[in-house]
Each structure stands twice: as C-alpha cells, then as structure tokens.
C-alpha cells in the first residue's frame, strides 16, 4: 500500500509523460491518503517516514517552476518559496521516526529530503551526510536509482570523477537502459569537469529518453549552452 501512494505522488511530483511537469492533485490526494494511513498506524515509524518523505520533496514544488513553465533544479530554486509549514512538519515525523524500531527505505529518504530542505543554500548542503545515508539505503536494497543518486552525492562530496566511476559501473544495467537519469546526471558531473562536449551529448541522450516535455526542454537547453566554446580568460 505505501508503495502504491509513493507512486502516485511521484508520478504528481515528475509526471511520466505530457507538457507539464507537476499533477498537484496527484501528489495532494497522495499526501492526503498517507495522512488517513498514518493516523490509523501512528506508531508505525514507515508510514510515519513516507509522509514525512512527501511533505518535505512537495515543499520544493512552488520553486521548481519558473516564469515561463521551465523546469528549475533544486541548486537554482529560490529557496524562500520553498513551503516552511510542511518543512517544520516533515522534519518533525522524520526526527520522531528515526529512533523506532528498524529504520527503512522511505525513513532514509525522507532524512535525505530533510537535509537538503535544512540547507539554507545549495552550497551549504550537507553531501557528506547525504551520501552516508544513500550508502545505508542502498545496503537495504539492490535499486539502480538510489545507485545513481549515491553516485550523484558523491560527486558533490567527494569529486566529480568519483561520482563519474560510479555511474561508470551503472553503464551496462539493463534497467537503466531507457532512463534519462543516468545520461542526465554523467552530463552534469562532465560539465562540472570541464568536459564540455563529452557533456552536451550526455544531455542530448538524456533529452531523447525524456518523455517530459519540460524535462526535454530543460535538458536541451543546457546542452545548447554548452554549444560554443567558453570565452578565453582575459
């Protein structure tokens, strides 16, 4: 049951296919349905850990949109238009949960959440963190997603080029084949190295996988502002 609502709310957050990027009413009646679950299990620190994990990712939602329909990543986003009530209760649930009984997959994510949310600037998160906690994460499961974004965490702590040769043995993982994730996320830590055109493929890849149509955009535009050289030091 917890896996189905998480689905629904992601497919709100980052709707599989169509024009826009977010289904408010999906991701609404998702945090809705967790509320009535939790009440009736309040001791239970998973249901407690979902609904903490889709409070503190929906708070972004407003800052994740731009001007013109865009898609905004979280390191641009205007962190002031982040929701601070469902913040304050996601962290709530989170810091509640953690020390009941065995700690789960979605406890772990919803730590991960808090602690970007607690950020007071992008440049201030807390990577060491984020990457202690995917590492447990993916000691409770073989997912290639969570995989990714350990690799991604471990970029911004540690390097990109560690971050590179982890997503490097992700390569040949079938159920990564179709998904634009992992050409997304080689495309930024190559742009963070300096490899511009490796980069600009990796996003146009990433695009063509993208049934998203602000995910494609968003994708192609960054590869188009890696089109040209960058001027020379002066």
Request: glycine fraction near 6%; charge should be negative.
């Amino acid at each position: 049951m917890l896996h189905v609502l998480y689905l629904v709310f992601t497919e709100g957050y980052a709707r599989t296919a169509g024009p826009g990027l977010l289904r408010a009413h999906l991701t609404a009646e998702a945090i809705r349905l967790t509320r009535l679950v939790h009440r009736l299990l309040p001791d239970d620190p998973e249901v407690a850990g979902l609904l903490a994990l889709m409070l503190l990712t929906d708070a972004r939602a407003p800052a994740r949109i731009g001007a013109h329909g865009e898609l905004v990543p979280m390191a641009e986003q205007d962190r002031s238009r982040w929701r601070a009530d469902q913040i304050a209760e996601g962290v709530a649930l989170i810091t509640g949960a953690l020390p009941r009984g065995v700690v789960g997959p979605y406890q772990l994510q919803a730590a991960i959440a808090a602690v970007h949310d607690e950020a007071p600037t992008a440049a201030a998160t807390d990577w060491a963190q984020i990457t202690a906690l995917y590492e447990v994460l993916l000691g409770l499961s073989d997912n290639p997603v969570v995989a990714l974004n350990h690799a991604v965490a471990v970029a911004m702590s540690r390097g990109a080029p560690a971050g590179l040769a982890l997503l490097a043995d992700l390569a040949d993982d079938v159920r990564l084949a179709d998904d634009p994730r992992l050409p997304a996320a080689r495309a930024h830590l190559w742009e963070l190295t300096g490899e511009r055109v490796a980069a600009r493929e990796a996003y146009r890849m990433a695009a063509a996988r993208s049934t998203n149509l602000a995910q494609q955009r968003y994708l192609n535009a960054r590869a188009d502002s890696l089109a040209d050289d960058p001027p020379a030091a002066g």
